[in-house]
């Protein structure tokens, strides 16, 4: 009597849906219980509540098996099996990934044991899912090609388009553009323009193969469609994944004010929905963030913490990502033995999951570490394979930067000609994908080769070039005081001493900053020495 009084006042009321649950519950009015667990589930995800959600869930699944103990009921079948579905999901996003996998392999078991062809597909779509998202690319394919003739044979034109859009997103992890477009294309092409639900997940996938081939513009324009999307559907796991990506491509482009405010919404949206995945990318893209203004502890800092979580998470890609974020920071620190370990392990760690633009960024900031502490030989093996790694990968991006790398190796080396080579194509790959700080970096080096040359005069033209380009810049592979410090010795070179006296005030200016921002006195004082051992030879030369 009670209950029913309840849902004839408030049946629309998604908090009364709990205790309608419990009530029908207790009176053994399965199908009613069942209806109101569904909604009381429901309205939990809604508000991020995912443990309650799960707990609903899992009574649900009890209650299924007392209406159906046989498992001979098709529409209890499918309810089991969306259930399972749901509540891997809650169990995912609480980073509870033994118990995902439990009901993973719950739900497959009951796929095999009823026969049941939608649930052998929702079993492949879901495998393809999780396996992805935990770094197990080639067997995703395998998965997601298994349900995709499974969806063909039962014209399933939703469930096709979704695993098209899962081997894209393997192809794309594996750094293999074209089978990647390929795949998200075809999905793209079959599926209304109406149909902004599935569009929305395969423009998203799609945007981050552009951003592998440096198309950061198309890139953008995905991102900002998928999330306009996203808020349509109220989808706040969705927006905060794309709000961080529109974050990371304003990074990649020189934009760090408007990255800066899309992180830290995204980021505090990501937590504010329990969202630890997400949480644990939005602290990438803040230490990524926080690595481009040069911020280098603050950086290390949200590198540390994002590993954590990524720890949680078995998410390999991710622990990468942070330990090659940690690596960078520790050498513009000027700590180089730990920079050193953090990337050396970065690079253990990715290839065997074959991330291989992960690896690229591991070997390019290997090979910085180690032309810092005077391992040339090691620094140009690790640099020549990141470059070939990049142009196999059609990676523009990582290209542009390993290319600038490779050739302050080569300059080191002696190598000059080698050294304008590989700078000059850096430079013209980094116009050409608009990306400043790979620009900056190739005219960089294309000065002090030149002046290495004994040819101050085409120096100048590079540094100049290169001190223009600072303020649209960041400080992220290479700091900005370097080109000021570049462009002084050119200056000196030239018998122009007041203006590199002014650009050696520039330079310390730059250091005093970075340093203010190190609270430990003992990690600012290890940083000063590091970056004052070049300076110093300036100071004489301007003297002098």
């Not at 793209?188 to 109406?194: C, D, I, N």
Request: aromatic fraction near 6%; glycine fraction near 8%; charge should be negative.
């Amino acid at each position: 009597m009670i209950g029913e009084t309840m849902e004839s006042l408030h049946a629309d009321q998604p908090a009364i849906a709990g205790a309608l649950a419990h009530h029908f519950d207790t009176a053994g009015e399965v199908e009613k219980a069942l209806h109101y667990h569904g909604l009381a589930a429901q309205g939990a995800a809604s508000l991020f509540a995912w443990r309650e959600a799960e707990v609903h869930q899992s009574r649900m699944l009890q209650l299924l098996e007392q209406l159906d103990p046989d498992r001979r009921r098709p529409d209890c079948l499918r309810r089991r099996g969306q259930m399972l579905t749901d509540r891997a999901k809650s169990r995912f996003l609480q980073a509870h990934l033994v118990e995902r996998d439990a009901d993973l392999t719950a739900l497959g078991l009951l796929a095999k044991a009823s026969g049941d062809d939608y649930l052998h597909l929702q079993t492949w779509i879901q495998r393809a899912r999780y396996l992805n998202l935990d770094a197990q690319y080639e067997k995703a394919i395998a998965a997601a090609e298994e349900g995709l003739a499974l969806a063909n044979h039962l014209k399933d034109m939703a469930a096709r388009c979704y695993l098209l859009t899962q081997i894209g997103f393997a192809h794309y992890f594996l750094g293999q553009p074209q089978p990647a477009l390929t795949a998200l294309e075809s999905a793209l092409a079959m599926t209304p323009e109406g149909d902004r639900e599935t569009r929305r997940h395969i423009t998203h996938t799609l945007g981050y193969v552009h951003f592998h081939l440096g198309n950061y513009a198309r890139f953008l324009a995905y991102q900002q469609e998928s999330y306009a999307s996203h808020k349509a559907f109220s989808h706040y796991n969705g927006m905060a994944w794309a709000g961080l990506d529109i974050a990371a491509t304003y990074l990649k482009m020189g934009h760090l004010a408007e990255a800066g405010q899309y992180v830290t919404e995204h980021l505090n949206m990501a937590r504010r929905i329990g969202a630890r995945s997400a949480e644990a990318y939005g602290l990438i893209q803040s230490g990524s963030w926080e690595l481009c203004q040069g911020n280098y502890v603050a950086a290390v800092d949200c590198f540390q913490r994002s590993l954590s979580i990524q720890e949680e998470l078995r998410t390999e890609h991710g622990r990468v990502a942070a330990e090659v974020g940690t690596g960078l920071a520790l050498y513009h620190l000027g700590d180089l033995a730990e920079a050193q370990r953090w990337l050396k392990q970065a690079v253990e760690r990715v290839r065997p999951i074959r991330h291989r633009r992960r690896l690229m960024e591991a070997l390019i900031g290997l090979g910085l570490t180690e032309i810092a502490a005077g391992q040339l030989a090691a620094a140009h093996g690790a640099l020549t394979e990141a470059v070939a790694l990049a142009r196999d990968i059609e990676s523009r991006g990582n290209l542009a930067a390993g290319l600038a790398a490779l050739a302050r190796a080569e300059r080191h080396l002696g190598d000059l000609a080698l050294t304008l080579a590989h700078a000059a194509e850096a430079v013209q790959i980094a116009r050409e994908i608009a990306v400043p700080v790979c620009e900056m970096w190739g005219e960089l080096e294309m000065g002090l080769a030149g002046l290495a040359q004994g040819n101050p005069e085409a120096a100048l033209e590079h540094t100049q070039r290169a001190v223009g380009l600072v303020s649209r810049s960041d400080e992220s592979w290479v700091g900005t005081e370097e080109v000021h410090q570049a462009h002084a010795r050119v200056l000196r070179a030239l018998g122009r001493v007041e203006a590199a006296g002014e650009q050696v005030r520039r330079v310390e200016a730059i250091i005093a900053s970075k340093a203010g921002r190190i609270p430990d006195p003992q990690q600012r004082q290890r940083y000063l020495e590091a970056v004052s051992r070049d300076l110093k030879g300036v100071r004489l030369l301007i003297v002098f």
